[in-house]
Structure formats: C-alpha cells, structure tokens
C-alpha cells in the first residue's frame, strides 16, 4: 500500500519529516509527529527543532521556495553551528509519511538552506528548490586571468605537493590574523590567495582565504579576507594551501601547471578595441600614445 491509497481512505495518519545534510556529512531529522520516527537510517525528533510554512512548487522551471522555522536547541540546531556557517548550503528533503506504517511516504520538496536570519533564540531559514542552480551564472569568461581554482578539477594542480602546503598549529588568533612560527620554507607572500582549513577543534572544516602573508618580527602573519566564525583553540591544527593569481605566468614559473591554464592572456586589451587606422606605427594591443 502506497501513500496515495492510504490518503485515498479519507482516514489518514499523516506526519511531515524534515533531514538536514550539511556538507560536512552531518544528517539531522525532524517531524511535527509528536513521536520519533525512524526512515532510511535517519532519526527523526519530535522535538522543537525545525518546522515548515507551506511549499510554494509550480510547474516548469519556476524557482519553488519555501521558509522554515525552529527553535536554537543545543542538542541539535545550536546558534554556534549556524553562526560558523555549518548549515550554508545544506541539503534538506521533506517527506509527508504515514506515521503509523512510515514506509508509506512521498518525498515532497528537496533543495538547499539559503539565507538564515536569526533572533529572539529562533532562526528563520530560507529553502531553495533544486531550480533556483539555474539562477546562477556558467559558462566561460574570456578573461586574461583564469578561469579555474587551484587544485579543483579543471586546474588539476594537487595541492598536497611538498613545498605547496603545511599544516601545524594555529597558535594564538582572533579568527581572523593568524601568526604562525615554522613556515621560513616558504616565500614570503606564499600563501596570498591560498586556503586556510581548520583540522581540529570547534572549527573543524571551516575555511577561509588569505588576504595577506607577509613576516612580522620572525612570525609568519597571514590575514583572511574574512574571519572564521568559530572559536580556535592555540592546538587546534590547521593546514595551509599555496595561492594563486591566476595569472599564465605564475602558472607557469609557480605550478609547472601551464598546460592546465584556463585562461586566454593574449587576448586584445581595451586600448586595442578602441585603436584607430595608424600611417605610422602598429596597433598591437599596447597602450595608445
């Protein structure tokens, strides 16, 4: 007996079931039953965690959406998690299941968290449908820089190379300048542009970029472009990555990686676009004088 034939009685047993997978592997569930409920290996709580307004679907390729609503509860969705960005992006699925045989069960609404606004120790998170990824832009630039990130599939480029990255201690930080003894291998401005990923601790996998490397009173003092939104222990272990400024020439002298370049630097600059019939002289991208 399916769902549908239960629904089709006019008695029914109805509950809606809520999983949140972030991207850490993490899988939390909820239900508005008032009793745990149990599905393809999920536990499902009947505490005040998360709850839903109704999903807005349509046909075609118009973005459905959605918000949910809960309660910060510490054994769950904590205020810390969600401050750190744990719950960015996360999957989440919604079921309507008959509590009383929960193999009879539709999956109605998958997508992804948006923005989450908190307050008055509730959140307030936006869903997004599997459509809203057709919002975003693709596709390739024709850029002189290029166009992939270090170490991703494009690039090619394994991060984990000796002399390309380190990891060690984070020492004393706020989160946000880093100073880090140990690092006189590498050349100053090394890590620019690089990755920072906390190992261990309560910022475990978070990850942030560096803005600035440069060397203050023997230390290595790196800056990132935005704070870690957790707290760092002095032993939690962080590991470093190598930047890039995506230019062919630092692919090249920097990465051995040029054939990987993703790129177009002989492409014709503005002062080229904009050049005019010459008697004399050559229009050859350069500035115009």
């Not at 709850?51 to 769950?76: C, I, K, M, P």
């Amino acid at each position: 007996m399916s769902l549908r034939d239960h629904l089709a009685t006019g008695a029914t047993t109805v509950a809606r079931c809520w999983a949140v997978t972030r991207r850490d592997g993490l899988t939390l569930g909820f239900t508005d039953h008032d009793r745990p409920l149990t599905f393809d290996g999920i536990d499902f709580r009947p505490e005040t965690g998360l709850s839903a307004r109704a999903v807005v679907q349509g046909t075609g390729l118009a973005v459905d959406n959605t918000e949910a609503l809960g309660l910060l509860s510490s054994d769950a969705i904590t205020d810390a998690d969600i401050e750190a960005g744990r719950y960015d992006e996360a999957e989440l699925r919604l079921w309507a299941v008959n509590w009383a045989d929960p193999t009879q069960r539709e999956l109605r609404f998958r997508g992804t968290l948006g923005e989450i606004r908190r307050g008055d120790g509730a959140f307030h998170a936006e869903l997004r449908g599997l459509t809203e990824a057709l919002n975003r832009p693709v596709g390739r630039l024709f850029q002189t820089t290029c166009g992939a990130v270090l170490g991703d599939r494009a690039c090619g480029f394994d991060t984990a190379r000796p002399g390309f990255s380190a990891e060690l201690a984070c020492g004393i930080t706020d989160g946000s300048v880093f100073r880090l003894p140990g690092l006189d291998a590498f050349a100053p401005r090394w890590f620019e542009r690089g990755r920072l990923t906390v190992l261990t601790g309560a910022a475990r996998d978070l990850r942030g970029v560096v803005k600035h490397d440069r060397i203050e009173g023997g230390m290595r003092v790196l800056e990132l472009w935005s704070p870690l939104r957790a707290p760092l222990a002095p032993t939690d272990r962080i590991r470093l990555e190598a930047g890039c400024d995506r230019r062919a020439i630092t692919c090249r002298t920097r990465f051995d990686n040029i054939a990987n370049f993703r790129g177009f630097p002989f492409i014709p600059g503005e002062d080229w676009l904009m050049s005019v019939p010459s008697r004399s002289g050559a229009n050859d991208g350069g500035s115009l004088r």
